[in-house]
């Protein structure tokens, strides 16, 4: 087992995601805000993203990383 610190809240916790059980609902909906802005708007830069969706840059960045586009 393998204890990983949450992105969002920096809480630790078991799981093979990001984030903790608590932030995951959060998590989700920020990646869906994120692949709703990216479609229309997919040369944004991470902080003009943040920006108009609301998103936290770090989140932002870990969501381009990702690669969910
Ligand atoms: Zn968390």
Excluded: H
């Excluded at 920006?51 to 840059?57: A, D, E």
């Amino acid at each position: 087992m393998e204890f990983k610190k949450c992105v969002r809240c920096g809480s630790f916790f078991v799981t093979d995601g990001d984030v903790c059980q608590n932030c995951m609902p959060k998590d989700k909906l920020d990646i869906m805000k994120f692949q709703n802005y990216i479609e229309n708007n997919a040369n944004d830069s991470a902080n003009t993203i943040s920006l108009n969706t609301g998103i936290n840059l770090r989140n932002v960045n870990r969501y381009l990383n990702q690669d969910n586009r």
